[in-house]
Nanobody, 114 residues
Framework: QVQFVESGGGLVQPGGSLRLSCVAS????????MDWYRQAPGKTREWVAL???????VYEDSVKGRFTISRDNARNTLYLQMNSLKREDTATYYC????????WGQGTQVTVSS
C-alpha cells in the first residue's frame, strides 16, 4: 500500500520559516519525479515545485527564491524548506510522486498569520 505522510506544518508569522517533510512507504521513490502541491481554503489544488530523480528543481513563480525542494532517496523522503513565508502561502501542503498512478497523503497545514 503506497502512502505519503506529510509533516512539519504549523502556525508561523509572516517572514518566518518552516520545513515540511514527506515520507513515502510502499514504494521506492528514487526513480520518480516528486512534487509538492498546496490547496488553500476555497481554492483548487495548485502545483508548487518539483524535483527530478537527479535533483533538478522547478518552482512555481510565486515561491521562487523562497522555497527549496529537496529529497533524500536513502530515506525515501521529500522536503520543502519554506522561507520568507507570506499570508498567501497559507494552505494544506501535499506531496506526490509521478508514478503514473495518483497517490495523495493527508497533507500538512501551513498557516501564516500574525
Amino acid at each position: 500500500q503506497v502512502q505519503f505522510v506529510e509533516s512539519g506544518g504549523g502556525l508561523v508569522q509572516p517572514g518566518g520559516s518552516l520545513r515540511l517533510s514527506c515520507v513515502a512507504s510502499g514504494i521506492i521513490v528514487s526513480p520518480y519525479v516528486m512534487d509538492w502541491y498546496r490547496q488553500a481554503p476555497g481554492k483548487t489544488r495548485e502545483w508548487v515545485a518539483l524535483i527530478t530523480r537527479d535533483g533538478n528543481t522547478v518552482y512555481e513563480d510565486s515561491v521562487k527564491g523562497r522555497f527549496t525542494i529537496s529529497r533524500d532517496n536513502a530515506r525515501n523522503t521529500l522536503y520543502l524548506q519554506m522561507n520568507s513565508l507570506k499570508r498567501e502561502d497559507t494552505a494544506t501542503y501535499y506531496c506526490t510522486a509521478r508514478t503514473g498512478k495518483s497517490f495523495w497523503g493527508q497533507g500538512t497545514q501551513v498557516t501564516v498569520s500574525s
